[in-house]
């Protein structure tokens, strides 16, 4: 007896698992990530806006421990007149982008390239053109900004 009940544990153990299904990976490709529709998010607030419509989307395609969503906007100067709120990876998928520093420091990122914008970062955002990116944040840190 006791035989037949440690088989049918070990059979309902694996049952159990395979009910569970492990998460699968995250394809991110470039070309998908460039095409795909974006849910519109409210604009930047006026007082930030230095120039430009503050039109802009996201769409998030992950959630867990990080974040990875795609952003887009349309041409806009943004003052990050408050400390960044988190570190953020990016990768620039469409158009470009000039970050300068509160110290003048400018640097320009274009289509293919990657950055980290460092919590704290005081400065400039300037997207000349339309402007997409994948970004890669702490989903903690990205939810308690959003309120």
Do not use: C
């Not at 569970?20 to 529709?37: D, F, G, I, N």
């Not at 974040?67 to 470009?96: H, M, R, W």
């Not at 289509?111 to 989903?139: A, H």
């Amino acid at each position: 007896m006791t035989k037949y009940l440690f088989l049918l544990s070990v059979m309902l153990s694996t049952i159990s698992l395979q009910s569970h299904a492990a998460p699968e990976v995250l394809s991110l490709k470039t070309k998908a990530m460039q095409t795909m529709l974006l849910d519109s998010i409210p604009p930047y607030r006026a007082e930030d806006l230095l120039s430009g419509t503050g039109e802009n989307w996201l769409k998030i395609l992950h959630q867990g421990e990080i974040l990875v969503a795609i952003y887009e906007s349309k041409p806009a100067l943004v003052n990050i007149q408050n400390p960044f709120p988190f570190d953020e990876f990016v990768t620039v998928l469409e158009g470009q982008v000039t970050l300068t520093h509160i110290n003048g420091q400018a640097q320009t990122y274009k289509k293919g390239d990657s950055f980290l914008v460092p919590k704290g970062f005081l400065g400039t955002w300037d997207m000349p053109e339309i402007y997409r990116e994948m970004i890669v944040v702490k989903s903690e840190a990205f939810y308690e900004t959003e309120g």
